[in-house]
T-cell receptor
Framework: GQNIDQPTEMTATEGAIVQINCTYQTSGFNGLFWYQQHAGEAPTFLSYNVLDGLEEKGRFSSFLSRSKGYSYLLLKELQMKDSASYLCAVRDSNYQLIWGAGTKLIIKP | TAGITQAPTSQILAAGRSMTLRCTQDMRHNAMYWYRQDLGLGLRLIHYSNTAGTTGKGEVPDGYSVSRANTDDFPLTLASAVPSQTSVYFC?????????????FGPGTRLTVL
């Protein structure tokens, strides 16, 4: 079967750095996405990785290791508005997205 | 630019009744998707359409049907609603299914089946 694992919830302090991990087992791999979802809202795109390594985009970075079936999202200089759920999704061999349940990130002042 | 719109925003439906959730995009995207999101579970694909005139079944298609008569619209129909279909439904679209093509999501429809 196909599986995406992420921690259910994480807590971090404003101004700090947090790393959200994602491990996956899927039938095929055609890229990995990270989305942000604020409570009661739609998911919005953050990042895309298809090759191994780090992709940096402002305060957010995403890392991929295809051999380990592993990715992480790194958020720096945390702000209160970063309180949200972060969803990891893998595009499988059928080019459909398989989604993790999401990690709820709580930012404390 | 509106992006993707969904209607209604929320709905309470009696079990056994039928309902169509509407989805319209103005980005001229080829691919469209319907997901449901339930607490503690990831987004699950119900149906998809890679291009106008074609549709396919996702992970959880039972009890749902879709059509794609044109590029912009992708309605989802529940023929006879059951309480297990209580969920938040998201419509999404992407320019294509591969490459660096993110999916854009509509605001969602919160459906309660009693």
């Amino acid at each position: 079967g196909q599986n995406i694992d992420q921690p259910t919830e994480m807590t971090a302090t404003e101004g700090a750095i947090v790393q959200i991990n994602c491990t996956y087992q899927t039938s095929g791999f055609n890229g990995l996405f990270w989305y942000q979802q604020h409570a009661g809202e739609a998911p919005t795109f953050l990042s895309y990785n298809v090759l191994d390594g780090l992709e940096e985009k402002g305060r957010f970075s995403s890392f991929l290791s295809r051999s380990k079936g592993y990715s992480y999202l790194l958020l720096k200089e945390l702000q209160m508005k970063d309180s949200a759920s972060y969803l990891c999704a893998v595009r499988d061999s059928n080019y459909q997205l398989i989604w993790g349940a999401g990690t709820k990130l709580i930012i404390k002042p | 630019t509106a992006g993707i719109t969904q209607a209604p925003t929320s709905q309470i439906l009696a079990a056994g009744r039928s309902m169509t959730l509407r989805c319209t995009q103005d980005m001229r995207h080829n691919a469209m998707y319907w997901y449901r999101q339930d607490l503690g579970l990831g987004l699950r694909l119900i149906h998809y359409s890679n291009t106008a005139g074609t549709t396919g079944k996702g992970e959880v298609p039972d009890g749902y049907s879709v059509s794609r008569a044109n590029t912009d619209d992708f309605p989802l129909t529940l023929a006879s609603a059951v309480p297990s279909q209580t969920s938040v439904y998201f419509c999404a679209s992407s320019d294509s299914t591969g490459g660096y093509n993110e999916q854009f999501f509509g605001p969602g429809t919160r459906l309660t089946v009693l």
